[in-house]
């Protein structure tokens, strides 16, 4: 059986482009494939966050994880700090990465970019990205576009360890989703759905109610023609909701094109916002029954248990390959 790792980091709530493009096919993966997922959180102090609100974060993470369909008995659901190797594997994957190729990475560009004072993990934490990935024998991992280049440099770092000391990583395939994987902002359709938008009007979040839900969706940015059809050059705005409304409705966008033949946008937006409301309610419902229970912290011990066994046999091959310690 083939191995899936998919890390989050928990800097913030997940969003409707966070599920379409991942979450929402974790379930069907993991009747198929031996799952890691991991809430990444010492991704998310490479810039700076508030204590209580990480540790929130990251208990919600995990609880979202499951609510969206995460089997804990047969994924391996777990937080990355509470797994050493990971810190420890991603230093030796940062000693034989060269700085050229870290300045080259695209987010490290944007993030770093005009800031007088630039962490030195927004250069470094791809090679711990990577760490994550090789510590499992991973075959795929589920990754948007924007997060090819990572998986690019985790092959390379793999290939250059296994060629320099010693043959033991699996190199990963990215795994990306042919649709959803990138839903776009409803303020500016041209650029993707963050979750650290300013905008909150572009953002629906999971966690967000029936109200607020409908209202973003109301004010979605579209166009004056009126006219419900996918056209993502011309209609960025209208094509994003359809993707949105196709996915979650199993409606194909020809289906749903032919459907508002004739109809305006309000009615259009009204039957968007009740889709995703009526998807995201189960999970949400499931998510408030999980975050302040003791089964959540049950299912978060078995997973770094787990995760620690396998994380450590890996940690100690590379060790024995790059000649530290002594031979175990």
Not at 127 to 150: E, F, S
Not at 161 to 166: E, P, V
Not at 285 to 301: A, G, V
Request: glycine share 6%; hydrophobic share 35%; net charge neutral.
């Amino acid at each position: 059986m083939k191995t899936i790792f998919s890390g989050i980091q928990p800097s913030g709530s997940l969003t409707l482009g966070n599920y379409l493009g991942a979450l929402r096919h974790f379930p069907t993966l993991q009747d198929e494939y031996n799952c890691f997922f991991c809430v990444v959180d010492q991704h998310a102090i490479t810039i700076p966050q508030d204590r209580l609100a990480l540790r929130k974060n990251i208990r919600s993470l995990a609880a979202v994880y499951i609510a969206a369909g995460i089997d804990p008995e047969k994924s391996t659901l777990f937080i990355q700090s509470e797994v050493p190797a990971h810190a420890q594997a991603g230093w030796m994957m940062q000693c034989i990465s060269y700085i050229g190729e870290l300045e080259r990475m695209t987010q490290f560009k944007d993030k770093s970019h005009g800031k007088e004072g630039v962490s030195a993990s927004l250069l470094t934490y791809p090679p711990l990205m990577a760490a994550d990935i090789l510590l499992y024998n991973t075959d795929l991992v589920p990754v948007g576009d924007d997060q090819k280049q990572h998986i690019e440099l985790t092959r390379d770092l793999a290939e250059r360890f296994n060629k320099k000391y010693n043959d033991i990583f699996t190199i990963p395939e990215p795994r990306i989703s042919e649709v959803g994987a990138r839903i776009m902002s409803l303020q500016e359709p041209t650029k993707k759905m963050s979750k650290s938008d300013e905008n909150l009007k572009a953002t629906i979040f999971l966690l967000d109610d029936e109200k607020q839900i409908e209202k973003k969706i109301k004010s979605a940015v579209t166009d004056s023609e009126g006219i419900v059809k996918y056209d993502k050059e011309n209609k960025p705005g209208v094509s994003n909701l359809l993707t949105i409304y196709s996915i979650l409705s199993n409606k194909t966008i020809p289906q749903l094109e032919e459907e508002y033949t004739g109809k305006g946008y309000g009615e259009f937006k009204a039957d968007v916002a009740k889709v995703v409301v009526d998807s995201l309610k189960p999970i949400q419902e499931k998510y408030h029954q999980l975050i302040d229970s003791e089964l959540l912290d049950t299912y978060l011990d078995q997973g770094a248990e787990k995760a620690n066994k396998v994380a450590s046999k890996m940690l100690r091959k590379m060790e024995n390959g790059m000649g530290l310690g002594r031979k175990r």
